[in-house]
């Protein structure tokens, strides 16, 4: 849900576009937005009142990027550091300097950068974990070409 107050006044048939800027962190669903997908709906909040939500007219297909997801955990046991392998193949070239992001939920770990290790070899090296959002980051570090099978290797020593 994303929220904006506008500090201004609308009036009747006004039109308003917003745009959120690449630094407020949003991310598409993984899967995917449909063409004119009818989930997407906006709201309007009026003194204090909420108005009822109404379908945005038209949304573009955007596909999925990731295909072929798969997480494994080593050891697999609950309360200790684990070898988290992410297993995933591409449908779109991803360029260098692209960042893959994989939340979860209630994992732990401090807050820190680390290396990734990779196979194909060299694909990915750089990786955080942000323990206030749970989600770890590994960056692109040289191109790949959609349709390529990549593993992604957090070692356990990193604690997550």
């Not at 193949?89 to 979860?104: F, K, Q």
């Not at 974990?129 to 020593?157: F, H, I, K």
Request: aromatic share 6%.
């Amino acid at each position: 849900r994303l929220s904006v107050a506008l500090g201004f006044a609308v009036g009747a048939g006004q039109l308003v576009a917003l745009e959120v800027a690449p630094s407020a962190m949003l991310f598409l669903p993984a899967k995917g937005v449909a063409e004119n997908d009818p989930r997407m709906r906006v709201g309007v909040t009026y003194s204090g009142c909420a108005l009822p939500t109404a379908a945005v007219d038209s949304t573009p297909t955007v596909p999925s990027m990731l295909i072929m997801a798969r997480i494994e955990f080593e050891p697999s046991a609950a309360a200790t550091p684990v070898i988290i392998r992410l297993g995933f193949a591409v449908l779109a070239n991803l360029s260098a300097g692209s960042t893959l992001a994989l939340t979860l939920p209630s994992f732990a770990g401090a807050t820190q950068d680390f290396i990734v290790f990779s196979d194909p070899v060299g694909l990915v090296v750089k990786g955080s974990w942000n323990a206030t959002r749970a989600q770890l980051r590994a960056m692109v570090e040289a191109p790949v070409d959609a349709g390529r099978a990549v593993t992604l290797y957090v070692p356990s020593t990193v604690g997550i």
